[in-house]
Nanobody, 123 residues
Framework: QVQVAESGGGLVQAGGSLRLSCVAS????????MGWFRQVPGKEREVVVI????????YYADSVKGRFTISRDQDWNTVYLQMDSLKPEDTGVYYC????????????????WGQGTQVTVST
């Protein structure tokens, strides 16, 4: 069983920054990706950004392009999400995932997920 754990959430004012970290117990395979998703009450979980292991390519949601940046350590054990210019609509529980890449997202049925970390952006 692969373990995934997020950290770094918190409360920040609009316009501020936060950095999330995600540690996985193994590296992704070449067909897999690691990424960040978020969910707010009453809505479906949505992809924020993923990074593909095979190509290193990143796929960002339009809503975060230019504000969020995904990065990783050299060994692919840890990925980070730098979130700048935060908006109230970025509020939600942020989840990290490792699993089979499916286009610009990760297949939820073939993946491992963390418990999530709360991000709250106040006005």
């Amino acid at each position: 069983q692969v373990q995934v754990a997020e950290s770094g959430g918190g409360l920040v004012q609009a316009g501020g920054s936060l950095r999330l970290s995600c540690v996985a117990s193994r590296r992704p395979f070449s067909s897999e990706a690691m990424g960040w998703f978020r969910q707010v009450p009453g809505k479906e979980r949505e992809v924020v950004v993923i990074i593909a292991k095979g190509s290193g390519r990143t796929y960002y949601a339009d809503s975060v392009k230019g504000r969020f940046t995904i990065s990783r350590d050299q060994d692919w054990n840890t990925v980070y999400l730098q979130m700048d210019s935060l908006k109230p609509e970025d509020t939600g529980v942020y989840y990290c995932a490792l699993g089979q890449r499916n286009g610009a997202t990760i297949d939820s049925s073939r993946s491992f997920w963390g418990q999530g970390t709360q991000v709250t952006v106040s006005t």
